[in-house]
């Protein structure tokens, strides 16, 4: 858990209740003028309204310049970005002409297979000569070629299960699953910080959902416990099934699940386990097999493997591994494959090919420097922001690192100011995040150089003391530190 300054969340707090009561003031006064200039229709309700109306348009719109930014290149370590402009303070913004060259610090392009590679990018191109875009057809109808096969096969080997069941969107992987998976009489036990993805598909299973401490072993088998001992609501009869479902990274902590805990704890109580690896798999472990790989857990112990190609891989789409009797009853009731179009050949493609260069396939050790180049990355990055003073979540290895911002007047500060020096950064604020813990997230990809990151140290630093979070004291530098020793010598 993040434990808050008391000054900061006092500011915080004063910060947010100012902009809401300036909020509520001006609607006031809205409402006294759409009186008499009303344009909703007589009979209809507002089809926008409630909180999240008023938070789109009192808050957000005040710094949506610092989402959504256009840009007009490959997302490689650096980008174009289209400069935008807004003639009535935000509520609209007009893109320009001009583009500024930016430091790439928030795409997923892990290993930097996003751009242009030697080795996929012909591949693909002649994929999309070969199949087009498109198959315009779902799985069960025309939509799976070779490459779908080839893909599913080359997933189940990479991630170390027996079969392996591929969608064309990772979001869909985990709210289109759990339905199937999960119903009336289930219970699914989740990590208080998973993904929206899993939080909706949880909702729609229709299964009771039960929430455990996040990344808190201990506080899951409390949760265990209590509810294999009351059984289901009102009936008390035993549950018909358990899942556990955690993330291998967690995407807005950079954390590494304490996977090998968890699973203890399941195996207990003889619940399934169901892992998301989206900022994971490909990312960490020497081979960059995921958490698994990296926290010594044997594969055949985690029951669903989820994983997106979105990240590491430079594609699109997402995953499910498991048993081959798993695979099977997905392929023959989930809507996501029965109904949506089948992924993309090229994007297929890319995934195959990106694959084949981590595990060496491609007659080069390409794959083995890029997991060894963005570790290495990501501690140093890591290793030198908390030095410099700044509270930054997540654990080593992790290429996720979210900078805590706290205050909303900073995060627009901070987000700006980096833009201004051709740093592109990602920050994030409520719903995304709860309401006092704003914060930048930093993606370290295997294609930054050490002179790249040196340059955003710099940037992030200054703008760090300008916009004021930097909540810790800075380390000494090592030649200040050796210039007081000699002369105390």
């Known amino acids: 858990m993040i434990a808050i300054p008391y000054l900061t969340a006092l500011t915080t707090y004063f910060s947010y209740g100012l902009l809401f009561a ?17 344009t909703t229709l007589h009979g209809y309700a507002p089809i926008c309204l409630g909180l999240e109306d008023f938070y789109i348009r009192r808050l957000y719109l005040r710094i949506q310049d610092c989402f959504g930014r256009p840009i007009s290149s490959a997302p490689d370590a650096w980008f174009d970005v289209v400069e935008r402009y807004s003639n009535d303070n935000n509520k609209t913004l007009k893109r320009t002409t001009k583009i500024s060259r930016c430091l790439n610090l928030g795409s997923y392009n892990y290993l930097g297979f996003a751009a242009a590679d030697e080795y996929c990018t012909p591949r693909v191109v002649k994929t999309l000569d070969k199949y087009s875009p498109s198959t315009c057809s779902s799985r069960v109808d025309g939509g799976t070629t070779l490459l779908h096969n080839e893909l599913e096969e080359c997933v189940a080997n990479f991630v170390q299960k027996p079969a392996a069941i591929v969608f064309g969107m990772g979001y869909v992987t985990n709210s289109a699953i759990l339905p199937v998976l999960m119903g009336k009489g289930s219970l699914i036990i989740s990590d208080s910080l998973n993904h929206n993805s899993i939080v909706n598909g949880a909702r729609g299973s229709g299964a009771t959902i039960r929430v455990f401490q996040h990344n808190t072993p201990s506080h899951l088998e409390e949760v265990l416990r209590e509810q294999i001992a009351d059984g289901q609501p009102r009936t008390h009869r035993p549950w018909k099934k358990i899942v556990v479902i955690v993330e291998g990274i967690y995407s807005m902590e950079g954390e590494l699940c304490k996977l090998p805990e968890i699973i203890a704890v399941c195996k207990k109580y003889k619940a399934y386990t169901y892992l998301d690896e989206a900022h994971s798999i490909g990312a960490v472990g020497k081979t960059g097999r995921g958490v698994c790989e990296l926290l010594g857990v044997d594969t055949a112990d985690v029951d669903i493997m989820m994983g997106t190609f979105t990240k590491s891989f430079g594609s699109c789409g997402g995953y499910i591994a498991g048993s081959k009797e798993l695979i099977k009853y997905l392929k023959y009731t989930c809507p996501a494959h029965l109904y949506a179009t089948s992924i993309s050949p090229p994007a297929a493609q890319q995934i195959i090919s990106s694959i084949q260069v981590i595990l060496g396939e491609d007659g080069s050790n390409r ?74 997230r930093i993606c370290i990809s295997a294609s930054h150089s050490r002179e790249d990151l040196i340059k955003a140290l710099k940037v992030i630093s200054s703008v760090g003391d300008l916009v004021g979070i930097k909540y810790f004291p800075a380390e000494p530098q090592k030649q200040q530190q050796e210039g007081k020793t000699t002369k105390f010598d």
């Open 367 to 440: 794959g083995a420097q890029k997991l060894s180049q963005i570790r290495e990355n990501s501690n140093f990055f890591r290793s030198e922001l908390q030095k410099m003073g700044f509270e930054v979540l997540g654990d080593n290895d992790s290429p996720v690192m979210p900078i805590m911002l706290y205050n909303p007047a900073k995060i627009p500060a901070f987000s700006r100011e980096c833009l201004k020096q051709n740093v592109a950064v990602v920050t994030v604020a409520f719903p995304a995040t709860p309401l006092l813990l704003a914060r930048a």
């Open 22 to 38: 300036f909020g509520q003031f001006r609607d006031f006064f809205r409402k006294l003028i759409d009186w008499f200039t009303t």
